[in-house]
């Protein structure tokens, strides 16, 4: 990296926001042989509202990028816990390439812990540095501003990672557009203190109900963290002609007041909420030599809003698709289609029916109860994961590739990381 403090500082890659996906862009980009900057707006440690959840998915990237053990020596989970509508079904992590091993860490110090790695792994790291303006051509990004530590600088960037998450003020900057008539979340976590927070399982509460007992097209979950805590959340589906008409952080405070006593929680704290953008409904998310990965691509899972593993792979995708030298704007649709394209269009068509307010009362207790619940639910958890691989060659992964194939062609037209034409 050329340091002249009056030029621009010139950079091989440059990465905007070190959440996951920056910081593992960061780490994969390095290992490439890149140069890395990667600038990152707030100061570590920094919370960012999150369940901290994470699945075998997850933990598996976390492997590849060497920092797994780091995050399951401190906790980890074995499945899901269902519930709701007058049952309970226990859903253990399905056998799968990925592994069988989740856990969950509070993103003030799972984020650090990568950000470090990034570090460590030769990326420099501005913090307090956000990227503010950027100047394009036809050939790309040719400079962008940041201010850092309150001083303006200039960088020339041959690729620029934008990993700047859920709103993506910069990634707006170079077009990425937000498609809102597709499913998204509405969400809310917060920390409570209990004595159940060792406990290996992770919990769904699937008949979420509003303080009127209206039943809410979404879960509400309670993480056990191992630290003492659990992070106890709600999250809600919406479209714009279905909007969830609910206050998630009331709704949060009532969902808490109805598990306090079988957890023994202490009052809700560090309360939170956001939305969520979710199977890829954005567009314009790149250009010839920059790309958005993770939130700012919306590469969330919209049947259980995880985020988190799909911007650790789109990181290590960004850096591959980079090391082509060719040029991305086409390419990088085309390679998150390829990877998400099926699951990420079947997963939004599925939670559509979720909003609609007559689907999760009829169909709840036949998930829920009862032996057909008991056979149910293992599979839909591991659906709701996007935990089937290529590889699987059961009858509920064959189904599921092909009811995928089959939501690909009548959904074909909805936006699915299009670029503008
Ligand atoms: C309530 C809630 C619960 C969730 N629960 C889970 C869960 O349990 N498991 C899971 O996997 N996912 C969960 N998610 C989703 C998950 O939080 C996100 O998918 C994940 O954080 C995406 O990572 P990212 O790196 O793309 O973005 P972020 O983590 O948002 O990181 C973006 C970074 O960019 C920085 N930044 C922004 N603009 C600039 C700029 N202009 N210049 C420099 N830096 C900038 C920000 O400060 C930030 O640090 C949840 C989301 C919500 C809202």
Known sequence: MELVTRNPVV??????????????????????GHDVLLVEAASFPRDKTCGDGLTPRAVHQLERLGLSEKITNEHVNHGLKLHGFGGSVTAPWPKSAFG?????????????LLADAAVSSGATLWEDARATSVETTDAGVQQVTVIHAGVEKQLR?????VADG???????????????????????RSYCTTPRADEQWIHSHLELKDPDGVVQPGYGWI????????????????????????NTKRLLSHYASQQRSDWQLGPETDVASALLPMGGAVSGVSGPNWLLIGDAAACVNPLNGEGIDYGLETAEMAVA???????????????LRESYGEAFLL??????????PKFLPLAGPLGLRGPIGARLMPAAARLMGNLVTDQDRDLVA????????????????????????
């Open 11 to 32: 950079v091989d890659v440059l990465v905007v926001g070190a959440g996951p996906a920056g910081s593992a862009a960061a780490i994969y980009a390095t290992q490439a």
């Open 100 to 112: 069988t091993i989740g856990s969950a860490m509070p993103r003030m110090l799972f984020d650090a």
């Open 157 to 161: 960037p041959r690729w620029v990672i």
């Open 166 to 188: 859920v709103r993506s003020n910069f990634g707006k900057l170079l077009g990425r557009q937000w498609h809102r008539g597709e499913v998204y979340g509405i969400a809310a």
């Open 223 to 246: 993480f056990p963290l191992g630290d003492g805590r659990v992070n106890l959340g709600v999250g809600a589906l919406s479209t714009d002609k279905r909007p969830a008409k609910v």
């Open 321 to 335: 698709a980079i090391g082509t030298n060719e040029n991305l704007t086409t390419l990088w649709p085309q390679l």
């Open 347 to 356: 997963a939004r068509t599925a939670a559509r029916l979720l909003t609609y």
């Open 398 to 421: 064959r189904a599921w590739r092909g009811a995928g194939g089959a939501a690909s062609w009548i959904r074909r037209d909805s936006p699915l990381w299009s670029n503008p034409a």
